[in-house]
């Protein structure tokens, strides 16, 4: 099952028990509907299915059905973006209409990052011709830009909140990279520190002045950005 909190307090605000562990879930917005995928392959809820749960309903509404794992997902306004290890689908939503694959086959663990800003759409995701390059493309004018950010392969993703500054981490996991998206430049490099790491989570803040690293070392870096 899941349960919502509210951040302002930490008190839940919502609790559902359905009966099988679900690996992923994102709320829409401020919305009643969450999206959720399964944690095993033959369970009520699989991990290759991607559920639509309408909690004015208390119930799952729709089912979007994949030939591999799901991997993540995210909202960006009017679509959802579900990525598995090989391949990146882009739908509307809440309508669920199909708007086209990106071919992803580098990607084992779906690897992808959007910025949250309404009047902006960009995607960032790893270039299959390039190991340690990402693609950054923006969906509105459809122009892209091709980063060759690291030596090794990419262990995780963030773009700022206005989608001009790219955050990328290989899988050695010392070194945060931060790119401007439009031209490709190098703007900063953050040590995390000297031991291989996996990276869990790199976030900007919504002014992108700083951004918080978690890694499995059970530590949080917070940088300050020039």
Known sequence: GFKIYKTSNSDS???RNLEERIKLIEIYENSNICVFTGNSSNGKYHDNNVYIWDDSKGKVVSILRF?????RF???KDRLIVSTDKKIYLFEFPSLKFIEI???IRNQYGIFALCNSPKLSNIAYLDDSTIGSVVVRNFINE???????HNSAISYLSLSYNGLILATASQKGTVVKLFNTVNGELLQELRRGKDIANISNISFSKS???L?????????HIFSLS
């Open 13 to 15: 605000s919502l609790e």
């Open 143 to 149: 122009k892209t830009n091709i980063i060759a950010a």
């Open 102 to 104: 990106i071919e992803n």
């Open 212 to 220: 918080v690293v978690s890694s499995n070392k059970e530590t949080v």
């Open 74 to 76: 995210k909202f960006k």
């Open 67 to 71: 030939c591999n794992i799901v991997q």
């Open 208 to 210: 992108s002045n700083l």
